[in-house]
């Protein structure tokens, strides 16, 4: 059953790759009524993985970031509101409600809100020179302290702090990154990997603060000037990121009442708690077919979600089956990662190829040796080779696995991959 009439009105909220796509979704299903888009941010929705690279670097301009260009919009009649914000949502009149009081009626209404960068509750975190890495603004205001031998110290060893570090040392800034463990990404990665950026980024001239917190930002003149450590080391600073990660954007949906844990509880094809209302990208927490309830903050998931949500309102529900994928480049090392490790800890990881050479291929096995995921470093053309390992969970030989020469096809404990769906 349709919850969206083809003459009816669909509104998206949010300014990311998510809510154009939501757009471009309900497009491509034919979709013949009102599309309304809403975003906060001043301008059209843009894509936000180059604001900790090329776009910080100053290598791209911020047009190429746009989703869509405005006369894309104005051709498709979609009423676009850039620079203002949602308000509430009344869930029984059907009507979204801006800052200022304008109700804006809908049939169908997509979250695409995103997430919201956390600062530490220290003193000093609001001073002159100290920014998170979330907007165009944020990446413009570091930008402009990233000038040859300025101190950035970056707080957090997570992806999008490595990446700015990296675009920084680029820009012949001097860098330290502090960490609460003792490797970087060995949350996402596990300590073997881990080290392997670590060393990466030490090779490049980055100093490594490991086991260290920030307690207080010194900005006694308004600007910053460094930082203090709990060990009690204080490191100067020009400039200062925190990159400790990020909260689901969900002041609107619970206000709205919708079921909310980690995110915005949704179903298989992305509605809330209300059918009427999907949420998507940063904010959805969904039941994966193969790793049970997920939020994936990353590129694809905002790329991918949105057409599931829009064709389940337009009536033509397909649950979201797709594996978690991201990437990244830091400097000379570009990456692709893909499935889902819950504690990489606790699970074995195999290595293929040359880890030295930084071209290889990580590996992480269950414990009954089915592919949990992989993540190909300097080496190209790997997803859809592992994608039917991953999707078909079948038993693996690690030694095969593990070796270069024999073809990922012939790595199954019997040598046979059972067909799977296509992605």
């Not at 003459?7 to 757009?23: D, M, S, Y």
Request: charged share 25%; glycine share 10%; aromatic share 6%.
């Amino acid at each position: 059953m349709s919850l969206l009439p083809q003459n009816g009105r669909l509104v998206v909220v949010g300014g990311g790759l998510a809510a154009a796509k939501a757009v471009e979704a309900a497009l491509a299903c034919g979709f013949e009524g009102t599309t309304v888009l809403v975003a906060a941010e001043a301008h059209l929705p843009y894509e936000r993985p180059p604001l900790s690279k090329d776009y910080l670097r100053g290598e791209a301009e911020f047009a190429a970031q746009l989703v869509h260009d405005d006369a894309w919009y104005r051709e498709r009649f979609v009423d676009v509101r850039t620079g203002v914000r949602a308000e509430r949502i009344d869930r029984e009149a059907r009507r979204l409600v801006l800052e200022g009081g304008e109700p804006i009626a809908y049939d169908a209404l997509v979250l695409a809100t995103g997430s919201v960068p956390r600062l530490p509750a220290i003193p000093g975190e609001r001073a002159r020179g100290v920014t998170v890495l979330r907007s165009k603004e944020d990446a413009d205001a570091l930008r402009g302290e990233l000038r040859h031998g300025a101190r950035l110290v970056v707080v957090g060893g997570g992806w999008i702090g490595l990446e700015a570090a990296a675009s920084a040392r680029a820009l012949g800034s001097e860098v330290t990154v502090v960490i609460r463990g003792e490797e970087p990404l060995a949350r996402v990665l596990g300590t073997e990997l881990g080290r392997f950026y670590a060393a990466l980024h030490e090779e490049h001239g980055v100093r490594l603060v490991r086991g260290d917190t920030v307690v207080e930002v010194l900005a006694p003149g308004g600007a910053v000037e460094g930082v203090l450590l709990a060990s009690g080391q204080r490191l100067p600073a020009d400039a200062v990121l925190f990159g400790i990660g990020a909260d689901p954007a969900v002041g609107l949906a619970g206000g709205a009442g919708l079921e909310l844990g980690d995110g915005v509880l949704v179903n298989e094809v992305f509605q809330t708690s209300d059918p009427a209302i999907c949420a998507v990208g940063d904010i959805a927490n969904y039941p994966h077919p193969r790793h049970g309830r997920l939020r994936v903050e990353h590129w694809d998931a905002a790329l991918h979600q949105p057409a599931t949500a829009v064709a389940a309102l337009l009536g033509s529900p397909r649950a979201h089956d797709r594996e978690p994928y991201f990437f990244s480049d830091q400097y000379d090392v570009g990456m692709e990662y893909v499935g889902h490790v819950p504690d990489p800890a606790a699970t074995r990881v195999l290595i293929r190829g040359d880890l030295a050479a930084r071209e290889f291929v990580a590996l992480w096995l269950s414990a009954e040796d089915t592919l949990l995921a992989s993540m190909n470093v300097n080496v190209w053309d790997v997803v859809d080779e592992v994608l039917p390992l991953i999707r078909s969970g079948v038993k693996l030989c690690p030694l095969r696995l593990a070796d270069p020469t024999v073809p990922w096809d012939q790595t199954t404990a019997d040598q046979r991959i059972p067909p799977a769906p296509p992605e």
